[in-house]
């Protein structure tokens, strides 16, 4: 059997944890309904939810993969990160990661207004260079 999924952390290529999807089949990249907030979970990967009104579009990657790459994947995952449906911007319903908003902590940055992990990233580490 294949499985498919919408990542937006750093399962996308160039990031942290894209070699856990070696051997997947790269679909493209999209995004989501803006109905998702999303958040900054310690700098290490974000964390989205669905919301029912205030959300935002998110941008991620889409693969198609073997049972055993989504085992390696599902393994190499952070705490509290799920699979679960994502409604992409042309109205199709996929599997996608999510995470409980219950599990968001007050130290945990709301980096909704940047719709994408990467982009995020980037603002930050361009204003952490400013500041040196």
């Known amino acids: 059997m294949t499985k498919k999924l919408f990542v937006n952390g750093t399962l996308m290529r160039g990031l942290g944890l894209h070699k856990n999807l070696a051997g997947a089949t790269f679909l493209g990249e999209f995004n989501t309904k803006p ?51 994502v409604q992409l911007e042309d109205g199709s319903i ?25 982009i995020y990233m980037a603002h930050k580490s361009s204003n952490n260079k400013s500041e040196i």
């Open 35 to 85: 109905y998702y907030r999303i958040f900054s979970i310690n700098d290490v990967h974000p964390g989205m939810y669905e919301v029912k009104e205030g959300g935002v579009a998110v941008t991620g990657e889409y693969y198609e993969m073997s049972d055993e790459i989504w085992a390696a994947v599902e393994a190499g995952e952070p705490p509290f990160l799920y699979d679960g449906p």
């Open 94 to 118: 996929v599997d996608g990661i999510l995470y409980p908003q219950e599990c968001i902590k007050p130290e945990h940055t709301d980096i909704s207004e940047f719709g994408d992990w990467r």
